[in-house]
């Protein structure tokens, strides 16, 4: 088991929180307020430790097996698997943008907002 720190679609009522085969959400946190937080062409969250902005997401203790074998393989080539920093000091894994895709035109700042939710639903 490893805890992983949700932020897009993989957050409950998202459209790939099935990939995580029934895993119980511990809670709703913050990341530590040092990432950038960016929208890749409206389809998916990305977030980048080059900045100041706190992200709003979902904490789960993912089985490592789920975390290969489902949530992994569904995510997009921009974003890789990394450690981030939690808002009490913790970590946890979470999918990163891959910093060869960080001068992107694909990508929408959303930093003020540091929600995904609030981003596409605002």
């Not at 949700?6 to 099935?18: D, I, K, R, S, T």
């Not at 203790?61 to 995510?75: G, M, S």
């Not at 997009?76 to 894994?93: K, S």
Request: net charge negative; no cysteine; hydrophobic share 40%.
């Amino acid at each position: 088991m490893t805890l992983i720190f949700l932020n897009g679609g993989g957050m409950q009522g998202g459209p790939l929180h099935g990939q995580l085969q029934g895993t119980p959400m511990l809670g709703r946190v913050k990341s530590a307020p040092k990432y950038r937080y960016f929208s890749v062409r409206d389809e998916f969250p990305a977030m980048h430790a080059s900045g100041r902005a706190q992200v709003v997401g979902e904490l789960y203790d993912l089985p490592l097996t789920v975390l290969r074998d489902h949530l992994i393989p569904a995510e997009p080539a921009e974003l890789e698997i990394g450690v981030v920093e939690l808002e009490d000091g913790g970590a946890a894994l979470a999918t990163v943008l891959r910093n060869e895709f960080l001068h992107s035109g694909d990508l929408t700042d959303i930093s003020h907002l540091g929600d995904w939710n609030l981003h596409l639903y605002r």
